[in-house]
Protein backbone atom coordinates (compact mmCIF):
# COMPACT_ATOMS: atom_id res chain seq x y z
CA UNK A 1 0.00 0.00 0.00
CA UNK A 2 1.07 3.44 -0.77
CA UNK A 3 1.47 5.67 1.00
CA UNK A 4 2.60 3.52 3.77
CA UNK A 5 0.23 4.01 6.61
CA UNK A 6 2.44 3.50 10.17
CA UNK A 7 6.09 3.55 10.70
CA UNK A 8 6.65 0.19 12.23
CA UNK A 9 6.92 1.42 16.01
CA UNK A 10 6.60 3.73 18.68
CA UNK A 11 9.56 7.07 17.66
CA UNK A 12 8.82 9.38 20.84
CA UNK A 13 10.16 9.20 24.33
CA UNK A 14 12.72 6.41 23.25
CA UNK A 15 16.00 5.59 24.88
CA UNK A 16 19.36 3.96 23.66
CA UNK A 17 18.18 1.30 25.29
CA UNK A 18 15.22 1.47 23.56
CA UNK A 19 15.99 1.75 20.16
CA UNK A 20 18.75 -0.74 20.58
CA UNK A 21 16.25 -3.36 21.53
CA UNK A 22 14.25 -1.93 18.18
CA UNK A 23 17.67 -2.73 16.02
CA UNK A 24 17.88 -6.12 17.36
CA UNK A 25 14.67 -6.80 16.61
CA UNK A 26 13.56 -5.49 12.94
CA UNK A 27 16.79 -6.34 12.05
CA UNK A 28 15.67 -10.29 11.84
CA UNK A 29 13.26 -8.76 8.42
CA UNK A 30 16.52 -7.63 6.58
CA UNK A 31 17.11 -9.41 3.57
CA UNK A 32 20.25 -9.33 1.56
CA UNK A 33 19.48 -10.84 -1.99
CA UNK A 34 17.98 -9.23 -5.12
CA UNK A 35 14.14 -9.03 -4.41
CA UNK A 36 12.93 -5.83 -6.83
CA UNK A 37 11.95 -5.84 -10.30
CA UNK A 38 12.06 -3.75 -12.86
CA UNK A 39 13.45 -0.13 -11.67
CA UNK A 40 11.89 2.99 -13.52
CA UNK A 41 12.00 5.54 -10.30
CA UNK A 42 15.01 5.51 -7.59
CA UNK A 43 14.39 7.72 -4.79
CA UNK A 44 17.89 9.67 -2.82
CA UNK A 45 16.89 10.61 0.69
CA UNK A 46 18.46 12.87 2.89
CA UNK A 47 18.21 15.14 6.09
CA UNK A 48 19.04 18.14 6.99
CA UNK A 49 18.53 20.34 10.42
CA UNK A 50 17.14 24.02 11.02
CA UNK A 51 16.47 25.98 13.77
CA UNK A 52 19.50 25.10 15.92
CA UNK A 53 19.02 21.11 15.17
CA UNK A 54 15.44 21.53 16.47
CA UNK A 55 13.54 20.78 13.12
CA UNK A 56 14.58 17.93 11.05
CA UNK A 57 14.22 18.81 7.48
CA UNK A 58 14.08 15.62 5.13
CA UNK A 59 13.44 15.25 1.35
CA UNK A 60 13.44 12.70 -1.16
CA UNK A 61 14.12 13.12 -4.52
CA UNK A 62 13.04 10.60 -7.22
CA UNK A 63 14.71 10.22 -10.65
CA UNK A 64 14.04 8.60 -14.04
CA UNK A 65 16.02 5.56 -14.41
CA UNK A 66 18.29 4.97 -16.05
CA UNK A 67 18.15 8.31 -17.60
CA UNK A 68 18.39 10.25 -13.64
CA UNK A 69 16.01 12.88 -14.53
CA UNK A 70 14.13 14.86 -11.22
CA UNK A 71 10.31 13.61 -11.55
CA UNK A 72 9.32 13.81 -8.11
CA UNK A 73 10.55 15.22 -4.95
CA UNK A 74 9.20 15.87 -1.36
CA UNK A 75 10.20 18.12 1.56
CA UNK A 76 8.83 17.38 5.05
CA UNK A 77 9.76 18.94 8.91
CA UNK A 78 9.81 17.06 12.14
CA UNK A 79 10.28 18.71 15.67
CA UNK A 80 13.61 16.66 16.41
CA UNK A 81 12.99 14.41 19.05
CA UNK A 82 16.04 12.09 19.09
CA UNK A 83 19.32 13.21 20.52
CA UNK A 84 22.18 12.82 17.80
CA UNK A 85 23.86 9.17 19.00
CA UNK A 86 26.52 7.27 16.55
CA UNK A 87 25.13 4.14 15.65
CA UNK A 88 21.58 5.44 16.18
CA UNK A 89 20.66 8.25 13.12
CA UNK A 90 17.87 6.38 12.22
CA UNK A 91 15.81 6.99 15.04
CA UNK A 92 16.62 10.91 15.24
CA UNK A 93 15.80 11.09 10.75
CA UNK A 94 13.45 8.36 9.75
CA UNK A 95 9.99 9.88 11.06
CA UNK A 96 10.55 13.25 9.20
CA UNK A 97 11.83 11.19 6.08
CA UNK A 98 8.17 8.44 6.34
CA UNK A 99 6.71 12.01 6.30
CA UNK A 100 8.38 12.84 2.55
CA UNK A 101 7.49 9.20 1.33
CA UNK A 102 4.12 9.83 2.25
CA UNK A 103 3.91 13.21 -0.04
CA UNK A 104 4.88 11.15 -2.87
CA UNK A 105 2.18 10.20 -5.60
CA UNK A 106 3.66 7.56 -6.28
CA UNK A 107 6.05 4.91 -4.45
CA UNK A 108 9.82 4.37 -5.87
CA UNK A 109 11.28 1.41 -6.97
CA UNK A 110 14.39 1.29 -4.35
CA UNK A 111 15.73 4.23 -2.38
CA UNK A 112 19.27 5.27 -1.83
CA UNK A 113 19.65 6.34 1.70
CA UNK A 114 22.57 8.63 2.73
CA UNK A 115 23.67 6.62 5.54
CA UNK A 116 24.83 3.12 6.18
CA UNK A 117 22.93 -0.52 5.38
CA UNK A 118 24.30 -3.79 7.04
CA UNK A 119 27.61 -1.80 7.58
CA UNK A 120 26.33 -1.06 10.87
CA UNK A 121 27.99 -2.30 14.52
CA UNK A 122 24.24 -4.59 14.84
CA UNK A 123 23.90 -4.46 10.75
CA UNK A 124 21.02 -1.94 10.68
CA UNK A 125 21.68 1.50 9.74
CA UNK A 126 19.10 3.56 8.47
CA UNK A 127 18.69 2.01 4.82
CA UNK A 128 18.18 -1.47 6.63
CA UNK A 129 15.67 0.80 8.96
CA UNK A 130 13.66 2.54 5.80
CA UNK A 131 13.55 -0.75 3.56
CA UNK A 132 12.40 -2.67 6.51
CA UNK A 133 9.68 0.00 7.50
CA UNK A 134 8.55 0.71 3.94
CA UNK A 135 9.34 -2.78 2.67
CA UNK A 136 11.44 -1.12 -0.43
CA UNK A 137 14.33 -2.35 -1.73
CA UNK A 138 17.66 0.30 -0.23
CA UNK A 139 20.99 1.06 -0.44
CA UNK A 140 23.25 2.54 2.20
CA UNK A 141 25.28 5.54 0.72
CA UNK A 142 27.95 6.78 2.91
CA UNK A 143 30.40 9.12 2.92
CA UNK A 144 32.38 7.55 6.08
CA UNK A 145 33.50 4.30 7.82
CA UNK A 146 31.27 3.60 10.77
CA UNK A 147 32.69 -0.22 10.94
CA UNK A 148 34.90 -2.85 9.38
CA UNK A 149 38.20 -2.95 7.37
CA UNK A 150 39.13 -2.58 3.69
CA UNK A 151 42.33 -2.39 1.53
CA UNK A 152 42.05 1.54 -0.36
CA UNK A 153 40.47 0.83 -3.30
CA UNK A 154 42.56 1.69 -6.88
CA UNK A 155 42.28 5.21 -7.86
CA UNK A 156 40.07 4.97 -10.97
CA UNK A 157 36.39 5.48 -11.17
CA UNK A 158 34.52 2.36 -10.52
CA UNK A 159 37.03 0.44 -8.38
CA UNK A 160 36.33 -1.44 -5.41
CA UNK A 161 37.22 -3.02 -2.40
CA UNK A 162 35.30 -5.19 -0.09
CA UNK A 163 34.23 -3.90 3.33
CA UNK A 164 34.91 -6.56 5.75
CA UNK A 165 34.48 -7.51 9.18
CA UNK A 166 36.33 -10.89 9.53
CA UNK A 167 34.95 -12.86 6.96
CA UNK A 168 31.53 -11.16 6.57
CA UNK A 169 31.29 -8.74 3.52
CA UNK A 170 29.53 -5.65 4.81
CA UNK A 171 29.17 -3.51 1.44
CA UNK A 172 32.10 -1.79 -0.44
CA UNK A 173 34.77 0.30 -0.80
CA UNK A 174 33.29 2.12 -4.11
CA UNK A 175 35.56 4.98 -5.73
CA UNK A 176 32.91 7.13 -7.85
CA UNK A 177 35.41 9.48 -9.00
CA UNK A 178 39.25 9.17 -10.18
CA UNK A 179 41.49 10.18 -7.14
CA UNK A 180 38.30 11.32 -4.68
CA UNK A 181 37.36 9.83 -1.86
CA UNK A 182 35.56 6.68 -1.82
CA UNK A 183 32.20 6.13 -0.71
CA UNK A 184 30.89 3.01 1.77
CA UNK A 185 28.23 1.10 -0.16
CA UNK A 186 26.34 -1.55 1.28
CA UNK A 187 22.86 -3.18 0.89
CA UNK A 188 19.83 -1.74 3.21
CA UNK A 189 16.94 -4.36 2.18
CA UNK A 190 16.27 -6.66 -0.54
CA UNK A 191 19.19 -6.60 -2.43
CA UNK A 192 22.58 -8.16 -2.61
CA UNK A 193 26.13 -7.32 -3.15
CA UNK A 194 26.63 -7.26 -6.52
CA UNK A 195 23.62 -5.21 -7.11
CA UNK A 196 24.00 -2.39 -5.15
CA UNK A 197 27.44 -1.68 -6.42
CA UNK A 198 26.29 -1.70 -9.65
CA UNK A 199 23.20 -0.06 -9.47
CA UNK A 200 24.95 3.03 -7.54
CA UNK A 201 27.79 3.15 -10.10
CA UNK A 202 24.47 3.64 -12.61
CA UNK A 203 23.36 6.75 -10.79
CA UNK A 204 26.55 8.43 -10.50
CA UNK A 205 27.21 11.22 -13.13
CA UNK A 206 30.20 13.92 -12.74
CA UNK A 207 29.95 13.91 -9.30
CA UNK A 208 30.80 12.32 -5.87
CA UNK A 209 27.75 11.05 -4.62
CA UNK A 210 25.38 9.33 -6.86
CA UNK A 211 22.92 11.96 -8.52
CA UNK A 212 19.93 10.57 -6.16
CA UNK A 213 21.42 11.91 -3.04
CA UNK A 214 22.75 14.85 -4.57
CA UNK A 215 19.47 15.90 -6.08
CA UNK A 216 18.10 14.68 -1.62
CA UNK A 217 21.12 16.61 -0.23
CA UNK A 218 20.57 19.50 -2.07
CA UNK A 219 17.00 19.76 -1.27
CA UNK A 220 17.20 18.58 2.60
CA UNK A 221 20.17 21.34 3.32
CA UNK A 222 19.49 24.09 0.83
CA UNK A 223 17.90 27.28 1.40
CA UNK A 224 14.05 26.98 3.21
CA UNK A 225 11.99 26.28 -0.10
Known amino acids: ?48 FEANNTITRAAVAVLSFPGLELVEHAIARRETRFPY ?55 GVAKSRL ?21 EQLGWVLRTRRRVKPLFVSPGHRIGHESCRRIVMQCLTRYRLPETTRQAHRLASGPPD
Not at 21 to 34: A, C, F, G, H, P
Not at 148 to 167: H, R, V, W
Open 1 to 48: MWPPQRIGHEWDDLKVQDARRIQESLKQRVRIKDAFGKLRRIAGVDVG
Open 85 to 139: IPGYLSFREIPALIDALRRLAQAPDMLLCDGQGIAHPRRFGIACHLGVLTDLPAI
Open 147 to 167: CGDYTEPGEEKGEASPLMDGD
